[in-house]
């Protein structure tokens, strides 16, 4: 597998916050991570990101054991809601940034932010600064500056959730065209149940710093933990108040 992940524990203070974490994930694929608030699940990204350091455990990358590799020289991305773009510089340069660090010519450079920039629909707004674009904008800028430099492995943070809900949507849209053109790879952390089933390849579930893998969403959609059946019972039973309300209307 192109990422495995092998019995990782971590404690703050005597808290145990990630326990026995083991999951594995093929290249090019996505794994929705759904779970409440404090579950573990940002310590878990920052472990695999190199951000934090795990009490015990392996990971690998690629086949190479990346336990002791830098954050920097892990080509890891890791993505955040509230994500920073440079302020000042504009949308161009700021998409450019991660090529640059990387020393492509200057052609290429051009090349590969102008398809960006037509693929994420930002033509016209690449010599805008930061603080002129909308928050969705701001968002896909922060996701082709996360993605054009192809990193092996990209972790995105309830990237969508500050979000209006039309414009998330037009978010996930993007997420899952853009992943399967510059094909990566991905752990995608949400709390909400609709976007870990569209987004995720495979799912999976984290409570009390456990995770479980679903490798089939039907398993998720049944397992009763997952909440999703809870969602479906909610909207069937607003459907005989629906009707009821419309017999009254009549
Ligand atoms: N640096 C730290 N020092 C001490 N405790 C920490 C630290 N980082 C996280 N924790 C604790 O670990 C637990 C899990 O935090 P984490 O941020 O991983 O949760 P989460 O699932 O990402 O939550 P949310 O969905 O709210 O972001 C929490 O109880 C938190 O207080």
Redesign the pocket.
Known sequence: MFLEVKNIVKS??N?A??RDLNFSLDAHKTLSIL????????????IVAGL?NADAGTISLGGKNIDNVKPGKRNVVYLYQEDLLFPHLNIFENIAFGLRIKKFPEKEIVEKVNAMVESLELNGQETKMPHQLSGGQRQRVSFGRAIITSPSLLLL??PFGSLDAGTRQRMQEFFKSLTAKYQITSLF?T?DLKEAILMGDEIAF?QS?RLKVYKDKTDFINDPVTGVQNEIGFWENLIPGKVERETLRK
């Open positions: 703050f203070h808290e916050v990630v779970g409440k608030s404090g579950c573990g699940k940002t310590t878990m990204l920052k934090e943070d309830e952390v709390h984290m710093g």
